[in-house]
């Protein structure tokens, strides 16, 4: 074939083309007798209907002729009820259309194929996006791969249209449909591989994944269901794959392109019913997570089940996902510790923060300050006692003891140890008497509260501990004494008789007894922990069981004992601490009995972070963004007995405590996900006093029983006053969910003001905060300052709160000689205030600023220096008396630091005397 082509330039250009491909032409062939109007029963898959067309004359087809179209003509009222497929004469089964077109009417509207809706992988839209309003007619892409058939069999024989009726209330026919053979069509080799059963059908012929990372199609069209899911009740077709996890490491596997309702579900140490189930879910979305901590390299079996019809027969494909991300590397301790007694001091500052925000399962609230972690290397079994002091005075610092350091691991994970005890504190000891340890390894990690300071400490660790052994309380008569108003004992029922049955469970054991006199009035609470035993108590006045009246008793180990005193007078208070035996009474056990003495004062609200317990609360308030939850790790608490008024059991609630913006207040639950039961929820107004307060249900008790979205509307509500918000896990199910529209409101918890006096005489206060919420930060900063005139705290200036730490403010006194106190206070949010500790500066004499520091019960000097120097300082009565003594020698800008708690409250001199000039200058000084 030869070709003129007259170029741009007016010459003659001959062009030889040469064909090699001779062209066939199309081939359409339909079902006869349209309309057929072969009826597809409603609600009848996964049975499917069937048309077939026999095709001859078009042989092999390929990728170079091939088929392209599948054209149909289906009459249906609801046309996402509709399932659909081809199947070729090979077997070869492709998905046109499952679930689409919303609730549109119609495959097609006439029997020729420009009328009826075609299937072509060359359209624009797939028709997962057919939706009710666009037209039955046209082309879109199929939702299988059509070029599937393609794959160089023999055109010539029977092809088969299965379509079925997935749901029920609409009806419809299959009227008739066309395969449409051309040239160029979609090849077989266009289309994804797929794992197909009997390959991966159970966990004998499980397929095996190799490296660390992949994806992986899958069919389940031919498996069995060999296996159900924990998480869900419903049942489908399974298909399992294997993979080998190295110790430290982390399985990451998720589905996508899915065209059914996933439910996956991973296993160790083999098969559902054999192995153990680490994770499960029916959520198409979810990215199943697990760690291997076990020690040793594990075969883990992933399960895909298609959640299906009774009758476990539906089938589906998609694309497994995989990724093992391997342990990072670990830390080592910074002290070991091979012999006891031990002690020293030591300083947290410039240590670092070896474990990240929430890993540390003793007091995740303590990650992110800087930290030491001491090995504890045990040879005899025995009980210690553990001290840990600040030194500093200021902050907050605390002690965590576990099996385990925890170690980081792949996913971001990290080994949680088991938590054997903990203690926290500003700066008084921090300590836990009687821990018993058996022989070997233990970490100690002393922590700082994340701020943007750091702590000396000292710590004290010493074999024994004080503990309470029968016969010494055990009975009324040797009832064990207890005084103060509060406080925290060790007490062993090993060797105590069974004296008294409580009245609240018939269970026996041996019992022991402690008395406390309860003023008129004040409330006692008291409570078990750390206990090693099924532990009922109860609480008598008037005398012990059979004598007494009893006023609690309960037989669930983590209830608190409430009692409020209204008698008119002092009662001696009986509390009996039993152990649920066997039915010969002859248990043994080891607890800490804790107890408290409180005004009967009304109910106020804590607003912490820490909402594990009433009425320490997360507050919250109306937001632009979802407020996050969790049922996890949280405890049992029934205040007041609000399990009586709930529509459910409480097993690990948490509470919200939130000012009523109106009347009516909503709370909407999504996103309540890793849980098969769900959550449960009530809203309720409180009263009475916080030792026994009073709770009247203010909204509906949504208890769905299942993981799923819902809302507590609270109603009747007074605009400006408190209620709270219970959450708990549905039969102790550990949820995770979001609160739309709500935000946590406590971003600040601690205050802490320091101070110096300037050369020309100014005050320049300095004060720092702990942030544990920095995205919704509002509120303002009073800095107060102590007047003589009115003898009150006088706010005399304000500064706004933003996501700084640190602060600096300078002050010109106005009192002479520069002496003044001061305290920051920030209100915040609308929430109660938080208050700083307050200082005295007292002012700047020959070279040297002096202040005094309070914290808490702790009184210092701080002298600061601008100059070097070498001073004595006297502290004088007003007599002229010396009462403490100091000779230092200090650098410019150097501070040194006066303990003042030995000297009692009231006024004093304070002299300055520099030891190379003599001179000398005094300033009074109040201590109180």
Known sequence: MQLLSLTKWGALVLINLVVNTVLNAQITVCSGGCPSGTSIPDGGCPTPTTSTINVTGVGTIDNTFGLVQVCVYITHTWRSDIDMYLVAPDGTRVELSTDNGSSGADYGAGCTTSQMLCFDPNAATSITAWGSTDPATGTYQPEGCLGAVNNGQNADGTWTLEVCDDAGGATGAIEGWCLVFDNNPQGASACPVYVNCPSADDCASAYVLTGTSGSLNFDLNGCTGDYDASCTSACGLDQVFQIDVPDGSCLKWWVSNDNFDVVGYTYINGCPGVGTEVTCSDNDAFVHQWTNNTGATQTVYIVIDEWGSSTCTDVGTGTLNWEIIPATTTFTPDFAVNTFPYTQTGTTCGAGNDIPDGNNSCNSSYDGGEDLIYELNITTAGTYTITVQNTDGTGYIGWFLSDSVPQPSGCGNWRFPTCIASATSGSSNTAINCVTLNPGTYYLLIDYFPSPTCSNFSIDIQNGCSIINCPSGDDCASAYPLSGTSGTIYFSIDSCSGNYDA???????????????????????????????????????????????????????????????????????????????????????????????????????????????????????????????????????????????????????????????????????????????GIQAEVYSVSGTLCNPTFTSVSNCWNPATASSGTVTAT?????????????????????????????????????????????????????????????????????????????????????????????????????MGIATYRIVAYQNEVQPVYSNTITLQGTFDGISADISYVGTNREIVIYAWEPITIKLNVLSLSGQIIKSFTQTLDRMQSVVIPLNSIPNGSYILQAVDIHTGSRRAIPMIVY
């Open 503 to 677: 009245s609240c469970t018939s269970a026996c054991g041996p019992d022991q007894v402690f008395q406390i006199d309860v003023p008129d009035g004040s409330c006692l609470k008291w409570w078990v922990s750390n206990d090693n035993f099924d532990v009922v108590g109860y609480t008598y006045i008037n005398g012990c069981p059979g004598t007494g009246t009893e006023v609690t008793c309960s037989d669930v180990d983590n209830f608190t004992h409430s009692w409020t005193n209204n008698t008119g007078a002092t009662q001696t208070v009986y509390m009996v601490i039993d152990k649920w035996g066997s039915s010969t009474c002859t248990g043994t056990g080891v607890g800490t009995l804790n107890w408290e003495i409180i005004p009967a004062t009304t109910v106020t609200f804590s607003c912490t972070n820490n909402n594990d317990t009433f009425p320490n609360c997360k507050c919250i308030q109306p937001g632009s963004a979802n407020l996050p939850g969790s049922t996890t790790s949280y405890t049992e608490d029934n205040p007041g007995g609000v399990e009586s008024i709930f529509c459910g059991t409480i097993e690990n609630n948490q509470w919200f405590c939130f000012t009523a913006p109106s009347s009516t207040v909503t709370f909407d639950f999504v996103n309540v996900t890793g849980c098969s039961s």
């Open 716 to 816: 009747g509500l007074t605009p400006g006053q408190t209620y709270v918000l219970m959450v708990d896990g549905y039969a102790g199910d550990q949820c995770n969910f979001e609160i739309v529209n709500w935000a946590n409101v406590l971003p600040l918890e601690a205050i802490y003001l320091s101070g110096k006096v300037s050369p020309s005489g100014e005050h320049i206060l300095k004060w720092s905060t702990i942030i544990t919420n920095n995205d919704d930060v509002q509120g303002t900063f009073a800095i107060e300052r102590y007047s003589p005139r009115t003898g009150k705290m006088e706010v005399i200036a304000e500064i706004p709160i933003d996501r700084r730490d640190t602060f600096t403010y300078v002050v010109y006194p106005e009192t002479e």
